[in-house]
Nanobody, 121 residues
Framework: QVQLVESGGGLVQPGGSLRLSCAAS????????MGWYRQAPGKQRELVAG???????NYADSVKGRFTISRDNAKNTVYLQMNSLKPEDTAVYYC???????????????WGQGTQVTVSS
């Protein structure tokens, strides 16, 4: 029904940048919230950044001023621009959508498969 396809992860040196993308596909009418979470080895999954359909954003304190979340509602796509990356940003990054409305009227939340981001010299 709904697929979330992530891209843009990889290996980058400290201080470098990466841009993650997540495109939702399916018979989608609307998506209220889109966001990115991350999970480092041995740690719980945590919210990195979120954005509503109206453009309101929120960020984890650890990424404020370095990461920027944006979305293209027409393409059902959310982006995460990550600058000034640090080794502690290393994690699997997961795309998440909430209150996604399908043409059938079904409403739900979905997760992407995850993309690895490694920050290392």
């Amino acid at each position: 029904q709904v697929q979330l396809v992530e891209s843009g992860g990889g290996l980058v040196q400290p201080g470098g940048s990466l841009r993650l993308s997540c495109a939702a596909s399916g018979s989608i009418l609307s998506i209220y919230a889109m966001g990115w979470y991350r999970q480092a080895p041995g740690k719980q999954r945590e919210l990195v950044a979120g954005i509503t359909s109206g453009g309101s954003t929120n960020y984890a304190d650890s990424v404020k001023g370095r990461f920027t979340i944006s979305r293209d509602n027409a393409k059902n796509t959310v982006y995460l621009q990550m600058n000034s990356l640090k080794p502690e940003d290393t994690a699997v990054y997961y795309c998440n959508v909430e209150n996604l409305v399908l043409s059938t009227g079904e409403v739900g939340g979905y997760w992407g498969q995850g993309t690895q981001v490694t920050v290392s010299s």
